[in-house]
């Protein structure tokens, strides 16, 4: 295992000689974020960025994410101009090491929550999904802004965004994944880089629009859209632990086995009762609804040798910041899951 830190750049408040003052912690997971999405990243932004986390004793192998244009998640003759410059992308963050690129094929937006800022029963605050406030929402006929989303769009443009993915449907989706992956995995495998699809968070249709990366039965159909182990997984366990459908240590236990996930998110969900909301937690098994030791304990058994971080946390002592990306909680998390991987290691499990 390879322990990582999410880190969005100089503008993020979590400095780097924090991140690297965590135990173990190998690498730093980040991205170029001011170009715009379909865009070439040039190469002496790049290496800029790697010169950085390098400097502060850190390794520069991860990124998340470089982003997949709507074109392309739409099949717009459009798509063929995008696909190129992300074949470039990948050969570019290649030739500045990088062993693994995470994506997603949400449309429209990215993960979704109702509230960032959620006083929990410890004082901490946290991220949730409560049903109730999200069927009270309407994206086209509001000034609507969830965490996710990419505020670019003016209204007119959501709409005929919506308009098309109504019409594209589950298996048009399917089939411009299919076709984007059969353009890209072979550029990935020339240049020895990974490819890690993130789940769709939540794993269920958002306002209508359609998600696909969401269960044991369509992570088996994309692994099978080109099925070559550079493309492979980010198995994130609150993405898809958030759905009771989902057996998570039986997710990892057998994706793991197949050497198809890159990539590990890591963390904890407290599912309530109606089965469609939850609250994201501590790390810490009783602090939710997942077996953060069983999960960890399939990893080893597997023995996983990819990247692994601790995904979103708590807001904790005082600390302010992005939502689910402060310092404090996150590194508990790390320090967490260490000690369970060395205790593994120790007791031969």
């Known amino acids: 295992m390879k322990l990582s830190f999410r880190w969005y750049g100089d503008s993020d408040p979590v ?26 990243w040039e190469m002496d932004k790049i290496l800029a960025l790697k010169e950085k986390i390098e400097k502060a004793g850190l390794k520069f192998e991860v990124i998340e994410s470089v982003p997949v244009h709507e074109d392309i998640k739409l099949g717009l003759p459009t798509r063929e ?3 190129e410059n992300y074949k470039k992308n990948i050969e570019n963050l290649a030739k500045a090491g990088v062993k693994v690129i995470c994506y997603n094929f949400m449309p429209v937006f990215d993960w979704t929550r109702s509230q960032l800022d959620k006083e929990l029963e410890d004082g901490s605050t946290a991220l949730v999904y409560y049903k109730d406030q999200v069927d009270k929402l309407d994206p086209l006929n509001s000034e609507l802004s ?45 240049n020895d880089i990974k490819m890690a699809i993130h789940p769709d968070d939540p794993p269920w249709p958002i306002f209508g629009l359609p998600r696909i990366i969401t269960k044991e039965e369509n992570l088996d159909r994309f692994l099978k859209l080109v099925d070559n182990k550079y493309n492979g997984l980010t198995l994130c366990t609150g993405s898809l632990g958030c759905a009771n459908f989902n057996n998570m240590p039986k997710l990892v236990d057998k994706y ?6 890159h ?87």
């Open 81 to 83: 101009v995008y696909i």
């Open 263 to 349: 990539f590990m998110h890591v963390r904890n969900v407290k599912l309530l009762n109606d089965g469609v909301s939850f609250e994201e937690s501590a790390h810490y098994s009783g602090c939710g609804s997942l077996d953060i030791v069983e999960i960890m304990r399939v990893l080893h058994k597997n023995g996983f040798d990819g990247y692994l971080r601790p995904d979103h946390g708590r807001m904790i002592w005082g600390e302010t910041g992005k939502p689910g990306y402060g310092l404090y909680d996150r590194a508990l998390g790390a320090s967490y899951i260490t000690g369970i991987w060395e205790t593994l290691t120790k007791l031969g499990k």
């Open 146 to 190: 969830l965490p996710g989303w990419d505020s670019s769009y003016t209204k007119e443009e959501m709409a005929d965004l919506f308009a098309k993915y109504k019409a594209l449907g589950e298996e048009g989706l399917w089939e411009n994944l299919k076709y984007f992956l059969e353009q890209i995995i072979p550029v990935a495998e020339l």
């Open 256 to 261: 793991s086995a197949m050497g198809r996930i």
């Open 15 to 40: 400095k780097l000689q924090y991140i690297k003052q965590i135990p173990t912690m190998h690498s730093i997971v980040t991205a170029i974020y001011d170009v715009p999405v379909g865009q070439v």
